[in-house]
């Protein structure tokens, strides 16, 4: 079946709308565009810049996808933006291109929802199937990892990275990285424990769970310093892959510091 345009929309010149596409009332569909199969536009949505959206993907009434970044230091410069398949993004969302100083590219993975108003800034980098809740606001170069849950009205400090399978509570300002499989809640969050219900649901073994439980404690324990429980934990869970993974996060660490429990300020 080939695209199905409705006759207020406007399409440019240029656009590319393969197959199985819908594109609804008074929507707008820039030159550089293109929509995998089966995109469907509901209705005024504008869709510009150099943006791809994968299969299957459904945009919602008043989203704003790809025009310039909110960002004082882009010039022009034709950054793109990619957007996975079978994603939801609804109502007033706006997601932003890259910019020259961040790798000109926004990413945004595979089976994502974006919930009304909510924003993913410049040059973000985000993973499958993450859920971003209503009003939450991810500033520029920031990195989410596959699977991550954020509660409404977050709000996000430009290049933090939150890991897969974390958990953003409601209200929360995050301006520290957060540790795959944790749980941040506050202004300024705080670790509070590990995303237990996510793993479940997700049907993590439940031996793996128990290890990352016991080298969670040891990490965020107060004996010794965060780099010498680390590197404990990454000897004795030499074998477990999910702590592993928490372990090359806060190792990796560059630009910004760690999420911590409260009991923990003086670390930081």
């Known amino acids: 079946?080939?695209?199905?345009?409705?006759?207020?929309?406007?399409v440019e010149a240029g656009a590319q709308l393969e197959d199985g596409v819908i594109v609804g009332p008074y929507c707008h569909i820039g030159q550089h565009v293109r929509l995998a199969r089966g995109v469907e536009l509901l209705s005024h949505v504008v869709v510009a810049g150099h943006t791809s959206i994968g299969a299957d993907t459904r945009i919602f009434p008043f989203a704003s996808i790809g025009h310039q970044p909110q960002d004082l230091k882009y010039h022009g410069e034709p950054s793109r933006l990619s957007i996975?398949?079978?994603?939801?993004?609804?109502?007033n969302v706006t997601v932003s291109p890259g910019t020259e100083g961040g790798g000109m590219e926004t990413r945004i993975g595979s089976?994502?929802?974006?919930?009304?108003?909510?924003?993913?800034?410049?040059?973000?980098?985000?993973?499958?199937n993450v859920?971003?809740?209503?009003?939450?606001a991810i500033a520029g170069h920031?990195?989410?990892?596959?699977y991550v849950a954020f509660g409404g009205m977050c709000?996000?400090?430009?290049?933090?990275?939150?890991g897969a399978h974390a958990f953003v509570g409601a209200h929360?300002?995050?301006?520290?990285?957060?540790?795959?499989?944790?749980?941040?809640?506050?202004?300024?969050?705080?670790?509070?424990?590990l995303n237990l219900v996510g793993l479940k649901r997700r049907r993590f073994d439940r031996e793996a769970i128990h290890g990352l439980r016991a080298a969670y404690r040891m990490i965020f324990s107060t004996?010794?310093?965060?780099?010498?429980?680390?590197?404990d934990a990454a000897t004795l869970f030499r074998d477990e892959p999910l702590v592993q993974d928490i372990v090359s996060f806060i190792t990796s660490a560059k630009d910004r510091a760690i999420c911590l429990p409260a009991h923990m300020q003086s670390e930081e």
């Open 142 to 146: 920031c990195r989410i990892g596959d």
């Open 111 to 128: 089976d994502c929802l974006l919930q009304t108003s909510s924003h993913v800034a410049h040059d973000c980098r985000i993973g499958n």
């Open 172 to 193: 929360s300002m995050i301006d520290a990285d957060v540790i795959p499989y944790g749980m941040a809640v506050g202004n300024r969050a705080r670790l509070a424990g």
């Open 223 to 231: 004996e010794g310093t965060l780099q010498e429980r680390v590197e």
């Open 1 to 10: 079946m080939s695209a199905v345009v409705h006759p207020s929309a406007i």
């Open 84 to 91: 996975g398949e079978r994603c939801q993004i609804r109502e």
């Open 155 to 162: 709000g996000v400090h430009q290049f933090v990275r939150i």
């Open 131 to 136: 859920i971003i809740a209503a009003y939450v």
